[in-house]
Structure formats: structure tokens, C-alpha cells
């Protein structure tokens, strides 16, 4: 097996380990103090598995662990006390309990968790109804807590990769802009366009990965004492992401177009020209939108955006007529776009 696949390319911050640590101990010395008799394994690995990047999660987590431990231990109960504690009826118990999740159309998650709670109930308990219901009640227990910790220490909050992811998309859509306006500028040979070209469409993943971490940043804020001070910010990536959205497919349309019918005597064009200065002016206009966002360290002191001077083209020749006002009504698009902030 490679080590790749037990590996990750960036590890879980500290606290993040420091807090499933401090649930898990507490969880442990609680419920052992307050339900005396078997180890609280229960307990622990409740809290250990609530303890989730996010307020939202854990509460989910939190509800799932503690559904799958109740119809794991009700399954794993019945079972013991109709035909005892054989190792068939754990695995028939693992079986029923598997079904059960499934027709109830449980999440994976949670009929694992029923699958698990009547192995661990068969396998260390004597599965008497008081026992049963102590698992059930140790389990609540280790959630809570794992609740209580992921609230009292620094509840998490996703906002700061969201702003870096859209940051990354809009400083390369501007750049993309730019080398779409040199390219209209020089004559270009084949590995210039080639490289061109997947330079703009490697911008389909970035707005992929910005709108992920938007997600993953408003999850972070559900449920989250510390969500006012960061909902606007949040608001306003999103408005950035949308409003970036299209002009990537624009520019990338754009570079796709210019690419197919290429050729040396399009640089001669007037049109085509002018189309790049509008284009540089588009770039200034997008790298102006990032600096105006709240949390920005660099905000623009530029009142106004590059992109308002109307654009007067002379009629192109008949090779090229085509192209030229396929640009033109993408560049239309990227200033409706860019104009609806001005």
C-alpha cells in the first residue's frame, strides 16, 4: 500500500487535535465517575468522534453517534437476552443491525455506529437491560462533552481559506486577463497558445475550490458564537465568487476562441487591439473588487473602475469579423459583470 494513501498533504491544526485530546480524557473521567462499573469506552469514543472542524458537524456527529448507539445496543440487548452471547449472535447482531440502517435509509455513518455499538455491547458487557441503557446514557454523556469543549475552546471558524481561495481565483482571473491582452498584442506561436489556453482553463478548478471553501466556511459559522463578527465578510466572498464566475467561462471562452482561429495577421487588427486594452482595464477592475473586500489587508483608494470608457471598434476585415465579435460580446459580458459594483 503507498504511503500516500495514509498520508495527507496538510495537517489538522494543533487545536484541533488538542481539543479531541481534552474531550476525550474528560469524557472518560466524567462518565466513569458518574456511571461506575464497565470502562466508559462509550463515553470516550463519543466525544472523541463529536470533536468536528466545525459547530455544525459536531452536532451532527453528535446525533448520529448517539442514534446508532441506541439501535445498537436496543438490537445487541435483544438478541443476548433471547439466545445469549455466542459469537453467532454478535455476527448476526452486526447483520440485523447493517439491515436495520439500510431500510431505514440511515447514513453510512450512523449504521456503522449501530453495527459497532452491538459488537462492543456483546463483546464487553453482560447486555442486561441496565446495562444497555448505562452504554446508551455514556454515550449522550461523551457527546455532550465533546460538544461543550468544541464550544468553550476557540469554536472553529472557516472564513480565512475561503478568502484565500477566492483571493487565488481573482488575482489569476486578472492575470489571465493580462495574458490575454499581450497575446493580442504579438503574434503567438503554437506552444504559446497551447500554454495559454491551459492557463485559462486551470481557473475552472480554483472557482471549483473557492466555492467549496465558501461552503465549508458557512458551515463553519452554523451554530457558532462567533459567527456575527464574520458573516459579512463571508457575504462578501460569496458576492465576489458570483460575480467572478462568469467571467471566468467569459475569459476562458475568450482564450478558447482567440486560440481556434488563430492566426499572425490578427495582431495587425485595430479591433483586436483595442479589445486588449479593454481587457488590461477588465484586469485592473477585477484586482480593484479584491482590494475593496472586507478583511482585505490592502484596500484600493481608487474611487473609480478602469472599465468605463465606451469601446469604439472599426469595422474588421472579413477574416476575422467573426472572431472579433465573438470577443466583443464576451468583452459585453465581463463589463456588465465588473459595471454592476461601479
Request: charged letters at 20%; proline letters at 6%; hydrophobic letters at 50%.
Given at each position: 500500500?503507498?504511503?500516500?494513501?495514509?498520508?495527507?498533504?496538510?495537517?489538522?491544526?494543533?487545536?484541533?487535535?488538542?481539543?479531541?485530546a481534552i474531550?476525550?480524557i474528560?469524557a472518560?473521567?466524567?462518565?466513569?465517575?458518574?456511571?461506575?462499573?464497565?470502562?466508559?469506552?462509550?463515553a470516550?469514543?463519543?466525544?472523541?468522534?463529536v470533536v468536528?472542524?466545525?459547530?455544525?458537524?459536531?452536532f451532527?456527529?453528535?446525533?448520529e453517534r448517539?442514534?446508532?448507539?441506541?439501535?445498537?445496543?436496543?438490537?445487541?440487548?435483544?438478541?443476548?437476552?433471547?439466545?445469549?452471547?455466542?459469537?453467532?449472535?454478535?455476527?448476526?447482531?452486526v447483520?440485523?443491525?447493517?439491515v436495520?440502517?439500510?431500510?431505514?435509509?440511515?447514513?453510512?455513518?450512523?449504521?456503522?455506529?449501530?453495527?459497532?455499538s452491538?459488537?462492543?455491547?456483546?463483546?464487553?458487557g453482560?447486555?442486561?437491560?441496565?446495562?444497555?441503557?448505562?452504554?446508551?446514557?455514556?454515550?449522550?454523556?461523551?457527546a455532550?462533552i465533546?460538544?461543550?469543549?468544541?464550544v468553550?475552546?476557540v469554536?472553529?471558524?472557516?472564513?480565512?481559506p475561503?478568502?484565500?481561495?477566492v483571493?487565488?481565483?481573482g488575482?489569476?482571473?486578472a492575470?489571465?486577463?493580462d495574458r490575454?491582452?499581450?497575446?493580442?498584442?504579438?503574434p503567438?506561436?503554437?506552444?504559446?497558445?497551447?500554454?495559454l489556453?491551459?492557463?485559462?482553463?486551470?481557473m475552472?478548478?480554483?472557482?471549483d475550490?473557492a466555492?467549496?471553501?465558501?461552503?465549508?466556511?458557512?458551515d463553519?459559522?452554523?451554530?457558532?458564537?462567533r459567527a456575527?463578527?464574520?458573516?459579512?465578510?463571508?457575504t462578501?466572498?460569496e458576492r465576489?465568487?458570483?460575480?467572478?464566475?462568469?467571467?471566468?467561462?467569459?475569459?476562458?471562452?475568450?482564450?478558447r476562441?482567440?486560440?481556434?482561429?488563430?492566426?499572425?495577421?490578427?495582431?495587425?487588427e485595430?479591433?483586436v487591439r483595442?479589445?486588449?486594452?479593454?481587457?488590461?482595464r477588465a484586469?485592473?477592475?477585477?484586482?480593484?473588487?479584491?482590494s475593496?473586500?472586507?478583511g482585505?489587508?490592502?484596500?484600493s483608494?481608487?474611487?473609480?473602475?478602469?472599465?468605463?470608457?465606451?469601446?469604439s471598434?472599426?469595422?474588421?476585415?472579413?477574416?476575422?469579423?467573426?472572431l472579433?465579435g465573438?470577443?466583443?460580446?464576451?468583452?459585453?459580458?465581463?463589463?456588465g459583470?465588473l459595471?454592476?459594483?461601479?
Amino acid at each position: 500500500m503507498s504511503m500516500t494513501a495514509l498520508r495527507t498533504s496538510r495537517r489538522a491544526p494543533f487545536l484541533q487535535v488538542a481539543k479531541s485530546a481534552i474531550a476525550t480524557i474528560a469524557a472518560w473521567l466524567i462518565a466513569g465517575w458518574l456511571i461506575p462499573g464497565p470502562l466508559p469506552v462509550f463515553a470516550a469514543i463519543a466525544a472523541l468522534l463529536v470533536v468536528q472542524p466545525s459547530l455544525n458537524q459536531s452536532f451532527g456527529k453528535a446525533l448520529e453517534r448517539s442514534v446508532g448507539v441506541i439501535a445498537g445496543v436496543v438490537i445487541a440487548s435483544g438478541l443476548a437476552l433471547l439466545f445469549g452471547q455466542s459469537t453467532w449472535v454478535i455476527l448476526i447482531a452486526v447483520a440485523i443491525g447493517l439491515v436495520i440502517a439500510w431500510a431505514l435509509k440511515m447514513t453510512s455513518g450512523t449504521g456503522n455506529q449501530v453495527a459497532i455499538s452491538a459488537i462492543l455491547v456483546l463483546a464487553l458487557g453482560a447486555a442486561t437491560p441496565n446495562y444497555a441503557l448505562d452504554r446508551v446514557i455514556e454515550t449522550i454523556i461523551g457527546a455532550l462533552i465533546g460538544i461543550i469543549v468544541n464550544v468553550l475552546l476557540v469554536p472553529p471558524v472557516s472564513v480565512a481559506p475561503a478568502h484565500r481561495a477566492v483571493d487565488a481565483l481573482g488575482e489569476e482571473l486578472a492575470a489571465s486577463l493580462d495574458r490575454l491582452a499581450d497575446a493580442f498584442e504579438s503574434p503567438q506561436s503554437p506552444p504559446q497558445l497551447t500554454e495559454l489556453l491551459l492557463s485559462a482553463r486551470l481557473m475552472r478548478p480554483m472557482r471549483d475550490a473557492a466555492d467549496a471553501a465558501i461552503d465549508a466556511g458557512r458551515d463553519s459559522l452554523t451554530l457558532n458564537p462567533r459567527a456575527a463578527r464574520h458573516r459579512e465578510e463571508l457575504t462578501e466572498l460569496e458576492r465576489l465568487l458570483e460575480r467572478f464566475g462568469p467571467i471566468v467561462t467569459q475569459v476562458i471562452g475568450m482564450t478558447r476562441a482567440f486560440c481556434d482561429h488563430y492566426d499572425d495577421s490578427l495582431v495587425a487588427e485595430s479591433a483586436v487591439r483595442a479589445i486588449g486594452e479593454q481587457l488590461r482595464r477588465a484586469a485592473h477592475d477585477v484586482r480593484r473588487e479584491l482590494s475593496d473586500a472586507p478583511g482585505h489587508p490592502g484596500r484600493s483608494d481608487e474611487a473609480a473602475p478602469a472599465l468605463t470608457t465606451p469601446l469604439s471598434v472599426v469595422a474588421p476585415s472579413a477574416d476575422h469579423w467573426i472572431l472579433i465579435g465573438s470577443l466583443l460580446e464576451d468583452l459585453h459580458r465581463i463589463h456588465g459583470e465588473l459595471r454592476e459594483t461601479a
